[in-house]
T-cell receptor
Framework: AQTVTQSQPEMSVQEAETVTLSCTYD???????LFWYKQPPSRQMILVIR??????QNATENRFSVNFQKAAKSFSLKISDSQLGDAAMYFC???????????FGQGTILTVHP | DADVTQTPRNRITKTGKRIMLECSQT?????MYWYRQDPGLGLRLIYY???????NKGEISDGYSVSRQAQAKFSLSLESAIPNQTALYFC???????????????FGPGTRLTVL
């Protein structure tokens, strides 16, 4: 069974600075997808970024980028120029080939200080 | 906008009561999922359905049942609620394999359930 681990329960960053959230996963599959979701206090799950395992290039979406290390099974999220609106719970998630279900990590609470 | 909706948004109930959480979607997706979120555990899959005639258990299905009344509706029931079912519940949808956005799941706004 696949597992996803987020080892940082909480992180904090100063506004305009950069922060990196860590995620590791365990799988025996070669074809899969990885995601970062943001959950603000509104509870809504918002997709931040996705990475296809077959792509070597790291995904980027504006201020958000990932460092995907397939051999190490590591998938970290970098937030550049942090903004107050980035404060939220962030979940790393894995989607393999079986029925499309997502396996989530425990979550990391990100606080942004003005 | 095509959307995923959940009712109720918040619910407080008592131990032993039967409760139903409802999910509707206008995305036209055939795949629907129910997840439960607990602090420190992330989201875990309860049930999933690929079409009206297909219902499958997830990793934590004990104490829950589901009904897929139509392609757009997927309900989660707690036949006899207990306090450790207090959690945040999410419904999600995804498109079939081979479609453009099949690898993404779209989440509803969540239902906060408290069992006293």
């Amino acid at each position: 069974a696949q597992t996803v681990t987020q080892s940082q329960p909480e992180m904090s960053v100063q506004e305009a600075e950069t922060v990196t959230l860590s995620c590791t996963y365990d799988t025996s599959e070669s074809d899969y997808y990885l995601f970062w979701y943001k959950q603000p206090p509104s509870r809504q799950m918002i997709l931040v970024i996705r990475q296809e395992a077959y792509k070597q290039q790291n995904a980027t979406e504006n201020r958000f980028s990932v460092n995907f290390q397939k051999a190490a099974k590591s998938f970290s999220l970098k937030i550049s120029d942090s903004q107050l609106g980035d404060a939220a719970m962030y979940f790393c998630a894995y989607r393999g080939s079986s029925y499309g279900k997502l396996t989530f990590g425990q979550g990391t609470i990100l606080t942004v200080h003005p | 906008d095509a959307d995923v909706t959940q009712t109720p948004r918040n619910r407080i109930t008592k131990t032993g009561k039967r409760i139903m959480l409802e999910c509707s979607q206008t995305k036209g997706h055939d795949r629907m999922y129910w997840y439960r979120q607990d602090p420190g555990l992330g989201l875990r899959l309860i049930y999933y359905s690929f079409d009206v005639k297909d219902i499958n258990k997830g990793e934590i299905s004990d104490g829950y049942s589901v009904s897929r009344q139509a392609q757009a509706k997927f309900s989660l029931s707690l036949e006899s609620a207990i306090p450790n079912q207090t959690a945040l519940y999410f419904c999600a949808t995804s498109a079939p394999t081979g479609t453009r956005s099949y690898n993404e799941q779209f989440f509803g706004p969540g239902t906060r359930l408290t069992v006293l």
